[in-house]
């Protein structure tokens, strides 16, 4: 019999999906229990519990970001797993949400109705646009496709990968300022790595042509804050549309707060919906049962 320990905010509601989805040879425990082999929830209360659960093998985040159990300090001898392929479709709302309100002046619209003042200009549109992609992995890959729909040009950096078909062109390690040049938008969803640290720096905003947009779904630390607010307040970019942040909550006393032409969204692009990760969940459990390899493993060394 495996014992489940759900450690999130919202336990109750995952308590009752798992329930109600039947699983065999499973137990959910009600408290911290050293005999629990399986914990479905949020990193930072997983890691704080684990010292307490010696027989963990297999942790599933709720979570695509799992930063709080890659620390080399913390223990590593199980297997994690994280939430992905359940975020694209949110993904795609929200960031096309925002090229559209900015090709369409929805904001401006607005502000003209509330100020009584006729307001007619011409919009833009997003076809024949031209998206760069700072990572294609699942939620990339629902990006290019979502453009494809709008028929906009698509270009992917990745580190090695080219498997998304609706990707016209790829650029790898390297190739940063051509993948940059003529972007009208420009989307990160680079995960927390040494490697994509500070990737949106002051050499790659340069490189960007003034018009472009700038949005960051991925994780905050992708982002040289202080480059992108000189960016910003400059002019060397159009706008910047920001979920994530390197510290969250944003000080109240941060910079971003008076930057110019800066939207936020304080990180609520894609939660996590209990039924997509309850989803996920009840497919691993099966592959646990039979010793098959888990989906959406994390390396605890690349950290993703």
Same mark, same amino acid.
């Given at each position: ?87 694209? @479709? !949110?993904?795609?709302?929200? +960031? $096309? ?7 369409? *002046?929805? =904001?401006? %619209?607005? #502000? ?125 970019? @159009? !706008?910047?549309?920001?979920? +994530? $942040? ?7 006393? *941060?910079? =971003?707060? %008076?930057? #110019? ?44």
């Amino acid at each position: 019999m495996n014992k489940l320990l759900i450690l999130t905010r919202f336990g109750s509601e995952y308590q009752q999906l798992v329930e109600a989805a039947a699983l065999p040879d499973l137990k959910i425990a009600s408290a911290p229990d050293k005999d629990c082999s399986i914990i479905l929830g949020e990193p930072k209360l997983i890691r704080d519990a684990l010292p307490d659960l010696p027989n963990v093998r297999w942790v599933q985040s709720i979570f695509a970001g799992v930063e709080q159990l890659l620390d080399p300090s913390t223990r590593r001898d199980y297997v994690l797993t994280n939430a992905r392929g359940v975020f694209g @479709a !949110l993904m795609s709302e929200y +960031v $096309f949400g925002y090229l559209l309100a900015h090709e369409r *002046h929805i =904001f401006e %619209r607005l #502000k003209a109705q509330q100020e009584n003042r006729w307001d007619a200009k011409v919009t833009g549109q997003l076809r024949g646009r031209t998206i760069g992609l700072l990572g294609v992995g699942s939620i990339g890959a629902h990006l290019a496709g979502t453009a494809k729909h709008f028929q906009m040009n698509v270009r992917g950096y990745t580190r090695e990968s080219e498997s998304c078909a609706d990707v016209d062109k790829y650029f790898h390690d390297g190739q940063l300022p051509g993948f940059a040049q003529d972007l009208d938008y420009l989307v990160s969803v680079l995960p927390n790595t040494n490697e994509t640290r500070h990737i949106v720096d002051s050499a790659l905003l340069n490189a960007l042509p003034p018009r472009a947009v700038f949005v960051n779904v991925g994780r905050g630390s992708a982002v040289d804050e202080s480059a992108l607010a000189e960016a910003l307040d400059t002019g060397k970019i @159009a !706008l910047a549309v920001l979920d +994530v $942040f390197e510290q969250e909550p944003l000080p109240k006393d *941060h910079f =971003f707060w %008076r930057t #110019k032409n800066l939207w936020m969204t304080f990180h609520t692009s894609a939660p996590s919906i209990p039924e997509d990760i309850t989803r996920l969940f009840v497919e691993n459990y099966d592959l646990f049962l039979r010793g098959k390899p888990l989906k959406y493993q994390v390396d605890f060394e690349r950290g993703y």
